[in-house]
């Protein structure tokens, strides 16, 4: 390793969407259009050509490519505020811009919210695994501390007792080893892999930290679930909601994230995160989608009684152990008599592939993302007859 770099970065691998095909892509006949990618929890509907037509137009007529963007996104900070709360839960008008900062993905969210919070040994966070591992690699690669607690196997919910306890003792006096004090716990609300909302106990958890521990409450799922504490920011200054534009809004490729904060909280992620970090394509694309929200945001009840239909059907597996999702992916584990089952779902995970369809093994089980009809389908049957086929049955 070159001597210049710190050391503490040589345990990192650079993330690879998609690590199935970029393994071995050598041996897959088929290019990343015809497989059936259900492993990033991405929409399977492109945006319809007509709103492909208005971006291609404003990129024609309005955007000047030689000009920085518009490094404030006022407008598109005004129009998410609009949307919170249309979305908020009772329904809201307090939501404004100030209470809003956008950013290249809610990834660079995240990056933002850990050196406003913890960075300089100023504090650590706590996660709840399997979670979302964004989390942890930011902060690792910003050498923050990460406290991690585990999930009940029954049901996902945060083992309670053990957070309350981490965060009692990273602020005990006899705390000697120095470690910094746990500054903000992150969770996703529906949590990935495991599709579970938040319950009323982890909420009111949540609700009784002190004011010196932000909470954020990834809602990256939101439109899915259809449930939010949005309105908790309102009354709370340390409650902090990350949203996206990947998911629901079909944006994946334009890296459209943002964050509902107090006002200060807001204004101080401005501060920290890069002065253009949304190309105007980008800004425009997200205006675009939030104007025809309506229209994108139809498919939802489809994609939902899919999600149903793909639970019924591997409720009547025997050999797989599924639990309910609030999102837009399934969350599945094999049972096994025999111990680890780690294998044979990577097993499972590779078979599946060689036939077109990709799936997420993570968390300790299988992520499989609601796709279109057609995928649902052609991976349930794959699924199926993987299972029925010898190579389960040891
Ligand atoms: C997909 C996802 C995101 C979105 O990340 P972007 O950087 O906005 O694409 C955030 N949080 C969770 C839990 C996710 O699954």
């Known amino acids: 390793m070159l001597p210049f770099i710190r050391p503490d970065l040589a345990q990192f691998t650079a993330y690879t969407p998609h690590p199935e095909i970029a393994k071995d892509s050598s041996s897959l006949l088929l290019g990343p259009q015809e497989l059936d990618r259900l492993d990033t929890n991405e929409s399977s509907f492109d945006l319809p050509s007509e709103l492909k037509q208005k971006l291609a137009w404003t990129y024609q007529e309005v955007i000047e490519a030689n000009r920085y963007p518009n490094g404030d996104h006022a407008q598109l900070r005004q129009a998410i505020a609009e949307y919170v709360n249309e979305s908020a839960n009772p329904l809201t008008s307090e939501f404004d811009s100030t209470y809003i900062s956008i950013g290249n993905g809610s990834d660079e969210l995240i990056r933002a919210l850990l050196i406003a919070t913890c960075l300089q040994g100023q504090g650590a966070v706590l996660v709840a695994n399997p979670t979302f591992s964004m989390y942890e690699i930011l902060a690792q690669t910003l050498g923050i501390p990460v406290v991690s607690v585990g999930r009940s196997k029954a049901d996902f919910e945060i083992n309670l007792k053990s957070a ?23 969770v996703a609300h529906p949590n990935s892999p495991t599709g579970n909302p938040l319950t009323v106990a982890e909420q009111s958890w949540l609700e009784s930290l002190p004011p010196h521990i932000s909470v954020v409450v990834d809602e990256a799922y939101f439109e899915f679930s259809q449930t939010t504490t949005v309105s908790k920011v309102l009354e709370r200054p340390n409650w902090i909601v990350l949203r996206t534009f990947s998911k629901a809004f079909r944006l994946a490729a334009h890296r459209v ?16 995160r890069l002065p253009y970090n949304l190309p105007a394509f980008s800004q425009a694309a997200a205006q675009i989608a939030l104007r025809y929200r309506h229209v994108l945001l139809e498919v939802i009840p489809q ?18 152990q599924t639990w309910p999702s609030a999102a837009n992916f399934l969350y599945l584990r094999l049972r096994s008599t025999t111990g680890s089952t780690k294998d044979l779902e990577a097993q499972l995970c590779q078979t599946l592939k060689s036939q077109g369809t990709l799936i997420r093994q993570t968390g300790g089980g299988l992520r499989i993302t609601i796709g279109s009809p057609l995928e649902n389908t052609r991976t349930l049957d794959r699924i199926q007859s993987i299972l029925a086929s010898a190579w389960l049955r040891r």
């Not at 306890?165 to 716990?185: K, L």
């Not at 994609?303 to 149903?308: K, M, V």
């Open 164 to 186: 309350q306890a981490a965060i009692e003792q990273s602020y005990a006096v006899s705390n000697e080893n120095a470690a910094p004090p746990i500054r903000v716990v992150f």
């Open 303 to 320: 994609i939902l009684a899919e999600r149903d239909r793909l639970t019924r059907a591997f409720a009547q597996e025997a050999k797989l």
């Open 257 to 272: 994230g943002y964050c509902v904060a107090h006002p200060e909280l807001a204004a101080t992620l401005e501060k920290v």
